[in-house]
């Protein structure tokens, strides 16, 4: 089973950066193939909250309902997808407090097994391309976030 792990050290309070990173509506802005999302999405997530997602992997668009499988504010967020076209999906958000700042790791565990070697070769890398530049916004735009809260906007 195939899985994609990111991790970057995000700079300001751990609880807004977990807030933020944690609030669904959010996921529009930083994970490129999300097309829509609905459900529990305009505060942090909780454990048992739903989560609908639309989102373009490649060619290939579905909808599929994440669920909070586990949820330890502010350190710990699994969310579980199963029976998807890749298999039982599940994503980890994982954040340890450190210097300042939040280690933050994010891990996607998918299966392509289902899919021609090289389908599932290029499923794998435009998730992982997705991946890159998820954490990528998530930096930029969680540092933004924590500096505005330092000035005291």
């Not at 669904?24 to 997530?45: D, F, H």
């Not at 350190?75 to 280690?103: A, C, N």
């Amino acid at each position: 089973m195939p899985r994609i792990t990111n991790t970057v050290f995000l700079i300001g309070d751990a609880e807004r950066t977990f807030d933020w990173i944690t609030t669904p509506k959010y996921w529009l802005e930083w994970y490129p193939s999300v097309l829509n999302v609905s459900g529990a999405i305009e505060r942090p997530m909780k454990l048992g909250d739903k989560i609908f997602e639309r989102a373009r992997i490649g060619n290939i668009v579905g909808e599929n309902e994440w669920t909070v499988t586990e949820w330890e504010r502010p350190r710990h967020v699994e969310l579980t997808m199963p029976t998807t076209r890749l298999g039982d999906m599940r994503i980890v958000y994982d954040f340890v407090p450190k210097d300042g700042g939040t280690t933050f790791t994010r891990t996607l565990d998918f299966d392509t097994s289902g899919f021609p070697k090289q389908i599932a070769e290029q499923i794998e890398h435009q998730l992982q391309l997705d991946s890159n530049i998820a954490i990528e916004r998530i930096q930029a735009m969680v540092e933004q976030l924590n500096s505005g809260s330092q000035r005291g906007d």
